[in-house]
Structures are given as C-alpha cells and as structure tokens.
C-alpha cells in the first residue's frame, strides 16, 4: 500500500470507482478495500475529500430556493390557470 | 435492501439509491408527488397547487442551473405549468411523474434555447484533470482542516461551483443537476436522459471530476 504523495497509475485506476464508491456503489469488500488505500495513500485520500466537497457544494446549490419574486409570479399563474380552467384533461 | 444511516445520510450497497434524496429543501421525497398527483387527480385543489406550484420550481431550478437564467426559466416554468396540469388526470402510474416532470422540464428547457451559450468547445480529458506526480492540493489550503460539507456553504467555493458547472458540457451538467442537486436516483436520472444507468454513472464520475479539479484551482 503506497503512502506515495504523487498519482501512481494504481490509483488513477483506483479514482476510477472513487466516485461509485462515494455513491455507496459498491460490494463490501471493494468498498473497504478502497477506504484502506484512501486512509494510505494522501493523493488518493486528498481526491476523495476534493470530490466530497465538490459533491456537497452541488447539493447545497441545489437547497436554494427561487427567488420570491418569482414564486410570486408562479402562485399568480396558477391561480389564473385554475380560475380560467380553460384548458382540458385536468382533474376531475 | 439492507441501508444504515451515516452522518444523516444513507450509506447503501446501492442500486443507484441517491442519498440526498430525502434532503431536498422544498422537494419532498420522491413518493410524495405521487401522492400530490393521486390526491389532484381526484379533484384536490390543494394538492394540484402545492404540484405545480412544484413544477414550476423544479422548472426554475432546472434552467438556472443547466440552461441559465432570464427569460428561459420563466418561459420553463410556464411550460411545467402547463403540461403538469394537462397531464396530472391521465397519469395511470403516479409513481411515473417526477421523471415525467423532469423529462418535461428538460425538454422545455433544451428546446427554448437557441444557442447554448458557454458550451466549452471541447471536453477536458481526464488527464488534464486527474493529479499529476505532485498530488492534488486540497481545496482550501487555508482551512485543510474543514470537512467537506463545512468547505461547501463557502460563499467563494459556491461561485467557483456555478463558473465550474457552467463549463461543463450541458449533458453532464444535467446529471449533476439531476443527481446532485435534485436527488434522483441514478436509474431516475437515466430514464429521464433516455441513456444507461452505466452511461449516467460515467458521466457523473467525469464531471466530478472536472468539478473537484475546477474548485481546486488558484483562479
């Protein structure tokens, strides 16, 4: 298990599942043979935290809320929509 | 399928189960619009507002993080209106709907665009992306000691992320959109992009990758 600070081609193979593995995508034993090597090896360990922050800064955009303004203007169409009820195949 | 919690998350040997998926802010888990689409279909007022009240907002959502901003998120969302309620009483599978939805969605805002503005003229390779000899750097060199999440609610590190996904290719910035932010599973994600789930799970993987290389760098 190499303790190397640089990218071997071992775990440039390895990066490969990096991200199945952070999906919780894989069978036990791959997965913690993976976390030994992570725990070992700082540049594929420095890759998993990179990708875990890269991965938790797309589901924290992703909590953001519209602006009110425009969930003001989607309340209004609805309503216009219900109201007018112009259009068919709606609900029963 | 047997599933243990991890620090709020699901930690599963998955099928592509997404463990942010009961965490989306607004959202709700994925078989409550399956319920909002029975309970509208049978004449609930409430719950057809609370859906495309939804719609819109998966709308806006989608074409802010895929498509831009502007006119086309509001053009979307009128779309989603729309299709959602001419179509929330002929749904024979409610379960169907919030890939339905996204599908729509997606559809809507790909056709409205004209041009797509900022697509990169090619797709980095993975070698300009992945460590050299030298190792990665962390993120952030100042903090090393922050945990991923805690590096995430950074205000500098979430424009990088908007400037990194906008240099995606658009495919790959839907996964991510879909998968990441919106919480669909990967079999989800692969319905709605009409590709293999092997397909979604390789385009996730590089675009990760281009994203941690992205908010990794100096600029």
């Known amino acids: 298990m190499s303790a190397a600070t640089g990218s071997s081609p071992r775990c440039r193979a390895l990066l490969l599942e990096l991200s199945r593995y952070l999906d919780g995508d894989l069978a036990p034993a791959r997965r913690r043979a993976i976390e030994r090597h992570l725990a070992a090896c700082t540049c594929c360990g420095t890759m998993s935290i990179r990708m875990r922050t890269a991965i938790a800064a797309c589901r924290a955009e992703g909590t953001q809320p519209p602006p009110r303004a425009v969930m003001v203007r989607a309340a209004k169409r609805v309503r216009a929509l219900i109201a007018k009820s112009g259009i068919t195949a709606g609900p029963r | ?219």
């Open chain 2, 1 to 219: 399928m047997v599933t243990k919690k991890s620090r709020g998350r699901r930690v599963t040997k998955s099928q592509g189960v997404n463990p942010v998926a009961k965490e989306r802010a607004g959202n709700g888990p994925p078989d409550e619009y399956a319920d909002l689409v029975r309970l509208a279909a049978a004449g609930d007022a409430e719950a057809l507002d609370r859906l495309l009240m939804r719609a819109q907002a998966v709308a806006w959502r989608f074409s802010s993080a895929v498509c831009g901003r502007g006119n086309d998120a509001e053009d979307a969302m009128q779309e989603a209106l729309l299709k959602t309620y001419r179509y929330v009483g002929r749904l024979r599978e409610p379960e169907a709907f919030r890939s339905w939805l996204y599908r729509t969605v997606r559809n809507a805002c790909l056709i409205g665009r004209r041009k797509r503005a900022g697509e990169p003229a090619r797709l980095q390779s993975l070698d300009e992306v992945l460590p050299g000899p030298e190792g990665p750097r962390p993120i952030d060199a100042a903090h090393p000691g922050k945990g991923p999440e805690a590096l995430a609610a950074n205000s500098g590190l979430r424009r990088r992320l908007r400037e990194a996904l906008r240099a995606l290719p658009a495919s790959y910035r839907t996964i991510v959109f879909l998968r990441e932010m919106e919480g669909l599973s990967t079999k989800e994600v692969a319905t709605v992009m009409g590709v293999s789930e092997d397909n979604v799970k390789t385009r996730l993987y590089r675009a990760r990758v281009q994203l941690q290389a992205a908010l990794g760098s100096q600029s």
